[in-house]
């Protein structure tokens, strides 16, 4: 698959308010202090740890992996270029909150399976993981007719995922973080000119055109809807 490149370059994924309510989120499911120590597999640009550090005033910089390097990432986390599997497979440090947030159906089946184990073996004790995902159950991300009907077909996929993981770990719980977005349609318009959800990546220019004439009928100036995660919780 081609990279994300443009992930969360100026939209409502890097703006303050979504990185504040997530972070509210994240510590409401696990409980950090200045000692924590951070991983993030699939940082992206690493801003969501890299505000985490200067919330807790953590003393380790926590730890982003990301296999794209980002121009614009986070000054306060300490990045590495690599495969989250690699990295866990090989590091002798342990973690208290493993951080994996839409970056899971971006790896193979039996990839997904050995990092969450391996990750599983590197929490230290009351240590959590986080898998994040984009709820397949419930999506209101604007889309055109081809673009929502390969979302549905990844969406399936990710449905399979978050079951066999919850299958494998059965103490695992669920929650669901929500966001309300309100963004310009045309700011929408670059976003998927930018092609920023994977779902986009193999389409082709013609499809992508064909797509945003049918966004700019569909939608009105403004979009408001619901960003929803699906978030899955295994414990040490
Ligand atoms: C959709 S972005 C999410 C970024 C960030 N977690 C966030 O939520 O803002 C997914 C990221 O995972 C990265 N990625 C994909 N496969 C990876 C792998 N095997 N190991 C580490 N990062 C990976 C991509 O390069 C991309 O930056």
Do not use: A
């Not at 924590?36 to 890299?50: H, P």
């Amino acid at each position: 698959m081609k990279s994300l490149k443009n992930w969360d370059n100026e939209t409502w994924l890097s703006s303050k308010k979504y990185i504040y309510s997530f972070n509210k989120f994240i510590l409401k499911q696990k409980k950090l202090n200045k000692h924590s120590k951070i991983l993030d597999i699939g940082c992206g640009r690493g801003k969501i740890i890299g505000d985490l550090f200067k919330k807790l005033k953590l003393i380790n910089k926590p730890i982003g992996l990301d296999i794209e390097n980002h121009h614009d990432k986070s000054k306060k986390i300490v990045f590495k270029k690599i495969d989250g599997l690699s990295f866990v497979s090989k590091t002798k440090k342990t973690f208290d909150l493993i951080l994996i947030k839409q970056t899971i159906h971006l790896l193979k089946n039996n990839q997904i399976k050995k990092l969450i184990s391996i990750c599983k073996n590197k929490l230290n004790p009351e240590g959590k993981i986080l898998i994040l995902s984009l709820d397949p159950k419930k999506n209101e991300i604007p889309s055109f007719s081809l673009m929502n009907s390969k979302l549905n077909i990844s969406f399936k996929r990710d449905k399979k995922i978050l079951e066999s993981i919850s299958k494998i770990y059965p103490k695992i719980i669920t929650k669901y973080f929500v966001f309300d977005v309100k963004i310009l349609k045309k700011t929408y318009i670059k976003m998927i000119k930018n092609r920023f959800i994977s779902t986009l990546l193999n389409l082709s220019d013609n499809q992508i055109k064909k797509g945003l004439d049918e966004v700019n009928i569909k939608y009105k100036k403004n979009l408001k809807f619901k960003d929803r995660l699906i978030c899955l919780i295994i414990s040490k």
